[in-house]
Nanobody, 124 residues
Framework: QLQLVESGGGLVQPGGSLRLSCASSGFTLDYYTIGWFRQAPGKEREGVSCISRYDKNIYYTDSVKGRFTISRDNAKNTVYLQMNSLKPEDTAVYYC?????????????????WGQGTQVTVSS
């Protein structure tokens, strides 16, 4: 069974850091493009970052550039999203998803499999 599981969310103060993990059963993640998305209450889901198949490119949305870093650990079959200098506006449920596109970003409709999400709350 193909499954993605996010973890690492939580409550953090502004300026703090979290590292989200996207682990897989059934996928060899380095074969896939992995996207991180987030959805805040009352807002549309937005693409945050992605790392394409074979690491051909990496993308960050403007609001997280310089603060978030996406990476793979192929030995652990896990993709990470390191989030530093967190702001209250980063509060959302964060999801990872996969597709087979050679490059990213891509609209969320292009992603085939999604995890269940992990809550990130940035608040003092």
């Amino acid at each position: 069974q193909l499954q993605l599981v996010e973890s690492g969310g939580g409550l953090v103060q502004p300026g703090g850091s979290l590292r989200l993990s996207c682990a897989s059963s059934g996928f060899t993640l380095d074969y896939y493009t992995i996207g991180w998305f987030r959805q805040a209450p009352g807002k549309e889901r937005e693409g945050v970052s992605c790392i394409s198949r074979y690491d051909k490119n990496i993308y960050y949305t403007d609001s997280v550039k310089g603060r978030f870093t996406i990476s793979r650990d192929n030995a652990k079959n896990t993709v990470y999203l390191q989030m530093n200098s967190l702001k209250p506006e980063d509060t959302a449920v964060y999801y990872c998803a996969t597709n087979l596109n050679l490059y990213c970003p891509a609209p969320d409709l292009a992603y085939d499999y999604w995890g269940q999400g992990t809550q990130v709350t940035v608040s003092s």
